[in-house]
C-alpha cells in the first residue's frame, strides 16, 4: 500500500495520504515509465499488460518475511529496478522471455550463472475475465491456466518458488 504519499486535495491544497488508493497512482505511474523503457528497447512495441506486472514483481523489494505473504504481497514496487530489468535484456532475451506454451508442455530454459550472480524467477501471465454470479456471489472459472516455474540446480536439484497457505494467512511463505 502507498505510506505517506503527497497528493492534492479538492480545495488546490496537498497532503500526504497512505493506503491501497495512494499505491494504485504510483503503480499506474511505474506501469508508464516500464512502457517508455519496453518501446525504446524493444523497438516501438508495446508491452502487454501481464508482462508489466510481471516486471513490477521482479523489480520490487522483498519485504517482511522472505517470498510473497498476506502483508506485503511481492513486496514494494521498485522502478528504477524493473526499468534496470529491460534495460539489461537489451531486447537479447537473456533476461526477459515472452513466449506462449501449450497445455502440457513445457519451456526450458537453459541459463549459467557465477556464484556472485543472483537469480529471481518470476513467471507471469493473463487469467481470462472471471465470471461472478451476483445472486449467490460464487466465482466461475477463477483459475484456468496451471502454470509452474521450477529451478534445476547444477546437481540435480529442483528449486520450488515459494507458495502461501490461504488457510495460515500469517505464515511465512514455503516452498
Not at 497532503?15 to 517508455?36: D, N, W
Not at 508495446?46 to 520490487?60: E, M, N, Q, R, W
Not at 529471481?120 to 475475465?129: D, I, K, N, Q, T
Request: hydrophobic share 40%.
Amino acid at each position: 500500500r502507498g505510506v505517506n504519499v503527497l497528493s492534492s486535495f479538492p480545495s488546490s491544497s496537498y497532503g500526504r495520504f497512505s493506503g491501497t488508493s495512494m499505491s494504485t497512482p504510483v503503480v499506474t505511474g511505474i506501469a508508464a515509465l516500464l512502457t517508455e523503457q519496453w518501446r525504446r528497447t524493444f523497438s516501438g512495441a508495446t508491452p502487454a499488460p501481464a508482462v508489466l506486472k510481471t516486471l513490477i514483481i521482479a523489480g520490487a523489494e522483498d519485504l517482511g518475511e522472505p517470498g510473497p505473504d498476506y502483508t506485503y504481497g511481492f513486496g514494494m514496487a521498485n522502478a528504477k529496478e524493473s526499468v534496470d530489468l529491460i534495460i539489461a535484456d537489451d531486447a537479447t532475451g537473456r533476461n526477459i522471455q515472452v513466449d506462449s506454451v501449450a497445455t502440457g508442455a513445457q519451456i526450458k530454459v537453459p541459463l549459467t550463472l557465477t556464484t556472485q550472480q543472483r537469480l529471481r524467477g518470476v513467471l507471469g501471465w493473463s487469467e481470462p475475465e472471471l465470471v461472478v454470479f451476483p445472486d449467490d456471489g460464487v466465482a466461475v472459472g477463477a483459475l484456468v491456466n496451471d502454470l509452474d516455474l521450477k529451478v534445476i540446480d547444477p546437481t540435480g536439484a529442483t528449486v520450488l518458488p515459494y507458495v502461501l497457505d490461504k488457510d495460515a494467512p500469517e505464515a511465512a511463505a514455503t516452498r
